[in-house]
Structures are given as structure tokens and as C-alpha cells.
């Protein structure tokens, strides 16, 4: 891979610039200063250094985020913020994106990484990736909902949903449950509840998969997945 490719990828400033720090001797690889900023460099055998770093290579990256009501989930957007604006500047050059979108008032996991061939096998419609969420719903929940989940449920436009696993945690005129949906459809939960004549007032995805959200995280946060955790996406 080209030095300068390297650096820039991993934000150690643009092409110009690095073609700068590396006239000016601050760039060696394996303790040998390199000049020439078009050079190759084995990223991964090689050790690279940038005035006195030791530049740590990776080409993809993951993050879990507890995405906080009122972003968006894209990668940019005029006018609204984006999950991508809540992170810090040291991810902006691995370009990553969310892996499927949260509506923008639904909070909770969210996968954010630059690895095209994960997100699409945990996106894909064949895989039915199981996605587990806390909702509030305004109305009372019943085991006729259950049920009707159980079979699936047909939305506003006609589609029949997958079955859906819905559990009650709280019964009354506003009542608390959990469900499982097996694929992503626009507004999906929204809409299945819909379907029942309730409305969703909160919602929160819990876990994708084998990936659970981290309680740990506050609202906005996020972190890099363990090793165990990426082992167990890619496992998936
Ligand atoms: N279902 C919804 O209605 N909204 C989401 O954000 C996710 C699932």
C-alpha cells in the first residue's frame, strides 16, 4: 500500500501534507526514515512511524453505539445531526457508516463500521438477523397482540409481516414490552403496533444478533466491540 494512502487513511493529514512530513525526515518505516511518500509499505509486517508514532494500522473498524433520540442515522445531512457527528474526529478518515438505520427518535444499538461485507450479511433480507427491542406502547397489550405477532401481522401497505416474537412486561393502559422481528422493514415496529390500533411512544433496540447493547454505554456513547463480540457477528 502507498505511505502516503497509509497516513492519510488513518488521518495523519492529506496527501500534500504527508508528502511534506516525509521530505522533511519524519516519516520511517521500520526505523529507516523514508522520503519518498509515493514508497509502498507493508501495513501490516512493517513498522511505520510519524514524528515518533507508531502508527497503528487497521483497515476496518466497529463501534457500538447507544444511539440517543433526535440523530439520525446517516452518514450526513444538511440540516440534522447524524450519528456520524457524534464521534470523534479520529474516526472520520476509516469512513464509516451505520450498519441499518434506528428511526430518528428510536435510541439504542446501532453498528457503525467501514466493513461493507458484515454490514450487508447482517442486513441481508435471507439471514433474518433476529433484532430485539424495549418498547412503550401507548394502550394495553394483550395475548391477542402476542399471537397476532406470532403469525404476523399485515402493515398499512399490505406486506405481512415475518412472525415476530412479543413479549409482555408490563400490562396497562401504557404498557411495556419486549420484541424480536427478524428483518427491517421502514418503521416496522411502529407500524406493526399500528396494525393492532396502538402506538408506540418509546423504542429502543436492545440487541442485533449476537450483539447486545452495552448498559454501560450512556445515550451518545459508544465503543469499539471486543474481539469476542466481533467473533461472534462474524460467526453469525
Ligand atoms: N421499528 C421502528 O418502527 N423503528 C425503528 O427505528 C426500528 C424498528
Do not use: W
Not at 57 to 74: H, Q, T
Not at 79 to 93: G, K, R, S
Not at 195 to 206: E, G, Y
Amino acid at each position: 500500500m502507498r505511505l502516503d494512502k497509509l497516513l492519510a487513511n488513518l488521518g495523519y493529514g492529506s496527501r500534500k501534507e504527508i508528502k511534506k512530513m516525509c521530505r522533511d525526515g519524519s516519516v520511517k518505516v521500520d526505523g529507516v526514515i523514508v522520503k519518498d511518500s509515493s514508497a509502498h509499505v507493508d501495513p501490516v509486517n512493517q513498522e511505520v512511524e510519524i514524528l515518533g508514532n507508531v502508527v497503528v494500522y487497521r483497515e476496518f473498524v466497529y463501534l457500538m453505539m447507544n444511539k440517543p433520540d433526535g440523530v439520525i442515522s446517516a452518514t450526513e445531512d444538511l440540516t440534522q445531526e447524524t450519528v456520524i457527528d457524534l464521534l470523534d474526529p479520529e474516526f472520520y478518515p476509516f469512513e464509516l457508516f451505520p450498519v441499518g438505520r434506528l428511526d430518528k427518535d428510536t435510541e439504542g444499538l446501532l453498528l457503525l463500521t467501514n466493513d461493507g461485507k458484515l454490514a450487508h450479511d447482517l442486513l441481508s433480507p435471507k439471514k433474518h438477523v433476529p433484532k430485539r427491542y424495549f418498547a412503550v406502547i401507548d394502550g394495553v397489550v394483550n395475548e391477542k397482540d402476542v399471537e397476532a405477532f406470532a403469525k404476523g401481522v399485515t402493515l398499512d401497505d399490505g406486506y405481512k409481516t415475518l412472525p415476530a416474537q412479543l413479549e409482555i412486561l408490563v400490562q396497562g393502559e401504557e404498557s411495556e414490552i419486549e420484541i424480536v422481528i427478524h428483518e427491517g422493514k421502514y418503521h416496522q415496529i411502529k407500524r406493526m403496533f399500528e396494525a393492532r390500533n396502538k402506538k408506540v411512544t418509546f423504542l429502543k433496540r436492545l440487541s442485533m444478533g449476537p450483539l447486545v447493547l452495552d448498559e454501560d454505554l450512556e445515550l451518545g456513547e459508544y465503543r469499539e466491540l471486543t474481539e469476542e463480540e466481533l467473533e461472534s457477528l462474524k460467526g453469525n
